[in-house]
């Protein structure tokens, strides 16, 4: 909500954006300089897959900051980015330069004509169609042995350059996680300019009164069945990335908990700000690291954390921290 | 006679078995301001909804100007030049006032002059549903209004206004009329304002069209007293 009356101000438009590519900017540095500072290659490792799920969670909640839809199977895209990519490597000659750009508009473009369907109906209905959906490519690529790998997996051998540069870069995990953080960044800057784009507006205003904004003169089904898309291509490549990483894929990245525990990201974190689910995927897997080292219950936990965050603090950890800053603000000037 | 600017023609709307609306024929001429009364639950919304592409199952015709406009969507409508307001107020809470102006503007511009119309102007960058009710009612017009529509279609738009802002309201749609030529049909419950603007007024009756007249004729009416005075008087 701040968020959205923060870029109406009338002030010169260009600016916001200046700042948001300078944090950026900011933002990349450290992450390219991180890598530096840990030593330890499964801290890195660790983080580096952390990061793929960042991804997934923040493509979670721009679905629902730019649209209110709260999608229950996103790690489908995940899982189609990585599996596309894996099964094109592996049974087509395609070169990694096409297979990638194909890895992330086929996701896209299932949600795009998936979404013209789903975004009709309302709040749950439209989060057990995405479960459904997620449910039915599980059970395929399960099935599917000869040409998936079922249960077992597929494993994948990348060629030895992409786009000229050799792919040993992308198994590297000091190298990986500047590439995953750097998308990441960039991700999320092209998000906050498309929140700001009349677009981006245009789905705020549909969100907020659907049927208002039929009445003034606009379409609603292509720009929420369009965000619905590109929510999908922010996840796939949060998949294809991962795959790159690992070399492997498994129906793991395709079960619900991957979905859910994006969800859980973007909600703890804060779905209404653009870097909520980010921090929330953080702070999940931070949370699971050390809950998961002292009991084996860490599920349960996180499960009671998130009734305790959607109760008590309902913008999230990022939504909570903005709300007390700008009420300190204010009382510092009242 | 000229083609009408909003016409009408044997509109009817049920809800189960119960008719909302039977067999309605309304046509108003291009710069009219039209009345449209009734007592409660006469019908006078679901009219302005079946006009405006708003009721789900409906029979009947709607043409604009002489095109047939019964099978166009809300927004293929409002791109015709048709624009509603809502007895219900109908905006979009967490954007600020400019903002959703903009939006309903599409591309055309014209926001600081409604801004300025509907006295909306200052109203800060916060969301809509911070605005006092008053502010949001006229908010729902100014929605109605950006982009000088050729037919408005306004239900009860003066609804919780105080008298002086109703008067005012009542100003600005002669004026409107007068500088733009819109097109107006009007639900209003206070029959001041409707007497003093309507140019003609069509009497709706438990989803039937009573009679249609000049304020005076509906005035002396009798039938309009009886159906006024059959229901408890407002
Ligand atoms: N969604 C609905 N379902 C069932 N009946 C409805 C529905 N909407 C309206 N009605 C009925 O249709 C009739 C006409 O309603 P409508 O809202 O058009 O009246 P109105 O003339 O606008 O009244 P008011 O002056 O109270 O606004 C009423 O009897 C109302 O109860
Ligand atoms: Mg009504």
Redesign the pocket.
């Known amino acids: 909500m701040s968020v959205q009356a923060a870029t109406s101000l009338p002030a010169p438009a260009a600016r916001p954006a200046a700042i948001a590519f300078g944090i950026a900017l900011a933002a990349a540095v450290v992450g390219i300089v991180l890598p530096l500072l840990v030593a330890s290659p499964v801290t890195l490792s660790l983080a580096t897959q952390g990061l793929t799920n960042a991804i997934l969670a923040t493509s979670v909640g721009f679905l629902i900051r730019q649209s209110g839809f709260v999608s229950f199977g996103h790690a489908t895209f995940f899982g189609m980015g990585a599996y596309v990519t894996g099964l094109l490597l592996k049974h087509t000659g395609l070169a990694l330069e096409a297979i990638l750009p194909l890895a992330i508009a086929l996701p896209a473009a299932l949600a795009f004509v998936v979404g013209l369907v789903v975004v009709r109906v309302s709040g749950v209905a439209f989060s057990m169609l995405t479960l459904a959906v997620a449910q039915v490519f599980y059970e395929i690529v399960v099935k599917w042995r000869d040409f998936a790998g079922g249960d077992d997996g597929l494993s994948v051998t990348l060629p030895p350059r992409v786009f000229g540069l050799p792919t040993t870069l992308f198994q590297e995990p000091g190298d990986m996680f500047r590439i995953v953080w750097v998308t990441l960044v960039v991700i999320l800057f092209l998000l906050f300019l498309l929140a700001r784009s009349r677009f981006g507006r245009l789905c705020f205003a549909i969100k907020d009164n659907e049927e208002r904004a039929r009445f003034i003169g606009y379409r609603t089904l292509m720009p929420r069945a369009l965000v619905f898309a590109i929510s999908a291509a922010i996840g796939s490549i949060g998949g294809v990335l991962f795959v790159l990483y690992n070399g492997f894929v498994s129906p793991d990245v395709l079960h619900w908990t991957m979905s859910g525990s994006a969800l859980v990201m973007a909600i703890i974190g804060g779905a209404e700000f653009l870097i909520g689910p980010a921090i929330g995927a953080v702070v999940f897997l931070a949370a699971k690291d050390k809950l998961g080292d002292i009991t084996e219950h860490w599920q349960a936990i996180i499960g009671f954390t998130l009734i305790l965050v959607t109760v008590r603090w309902p913008h999230g950890l990022v939504g909570t921290i903005w709300h007390w800053i700008r009420r300190r603000g204010r009382g510092g000037r009242a | 006679m000229t083609t009408p600017a909003l016409q009408g023609i044997g509109l009817s709307r049920h ?2 078995g ?1 008719a ?2 039977r067999n309605v024929d309304i046509a108003v001429p291009a710069g009219e301001i039209r009345g449209l009364i ?10 302005i ?1 079946v006009l405006s592409g708003r009721a789900g199952k409906w029979s009947g015709q709607v043409l604009m100007a002489g095109t047939d406009v019964s099978r166009h969507s809300p927004q293929m409508r409002r791109r015709h030049g048709m624009a509603r307001s809502f ?1 219900r107020t109908s905006i979009f809470p967490n954007l600020a006032v400019r903002e959703q102006l903009e939006l309903a503007a599409h591309h055309g511009g014209g926001v600081d002059e409604v801004l300025e119309q509907l006295k909306l102007d200052g109203l800060g960058t916060g969301p809509a549903s911070e605005l006092s009710y008053g502010d949001q009612r006229r908010l729902d017009l100014a929605l109605a209004l950006i982009g000088r529509p050729r037919v408005l279609l306004l ?2 738009p003066a609804a919780g206004l105080t008298v002086q802002e109703s008067l005012d309201l009542a100003r600005l749609l002669r004026d409107l009329v007068k500088s733009w030529g819109v097109t107006v049909l009007l ?1 209003e ?1 206070d029959m001041e304002v409707v007497f003093s603007i309507c140019d003609r007024i069509t009497v ?1 009756h438990l ?1 039937e069209r009573l009679m249609e007249g000049t304020p005076d004729e509906v005035r002396r009416s009798p039938e309009v007293v009886t159906a006024y005075l059959g229901r408890s008087a407002h």
């Open positions: 809800y189960g119960f909302a609306l009734g007592p409660n639950g006469a019908g006078k919304s679901t009219l909804d007895q239900d009860e639900v419950h709706l989803g």
